[in-house]
């Protein structure tokens, strides 16, 4: 039964490993395909859908903050660019895990990078 259930599971990989992601320049609308992706290819909720929908939100938040605030978020959100590309090439490959992720630690205070200072850092978050 088991050797079945991996059979199966390694085919399904290999199937959306050979179907190509669609690109798109549009940070946000890479972003919508790359959640349809993340449905199709794992299940609608799990595996990268929380970091995709968190990437939704922050491209599309209203940026009407002061000069210097606006800048800084422009430099973080340009720094979120890599983590999208991370994405995209973690659901093509069909590997899973944050701990993938090389800037997971862009979105998740309780990556291994911030040991010990997730509790501080969810602190500051809620502010």
Do not use: W
């Not at 922050?58 to 940026?63: D, E, G, M, V």
């Amino acid at each position: 039964m088991i050797s079945v259930i991996e059979k199966k599971k390694s085919v399904f990989v290999e199937e959306h490993r050979k179907r190509g992601i669609e690109r798109s320049s549009e940070v946000v609308e890479q972003l919508q395909i790359l959640l349809k992706e993340n449905s199709t290819r794992i299940c609608e909720g799990d595996g990268y859908h929380y970091d995709i929908q968190t990437l939704i939100e922050l491209f599309t938040a209203p940026q009407d903050f002061p000069e210097q605030e606006r800048q800084e978020v422009a430099q973080y959100l340009n720094a979120m660019h890599v983590l999208v590309d991370e994405l995209f090439e973690a659901l093509q490959s069909m590997t899973f895990g944050e701990d993938g992720l090389a800037h997971g630690h862009f979105l998740h205070s309780r990556f291994p990078k911030f040991n010990g200072l997730h509790y501080d850092l969810e602190k500051c978050s809620r502010i």
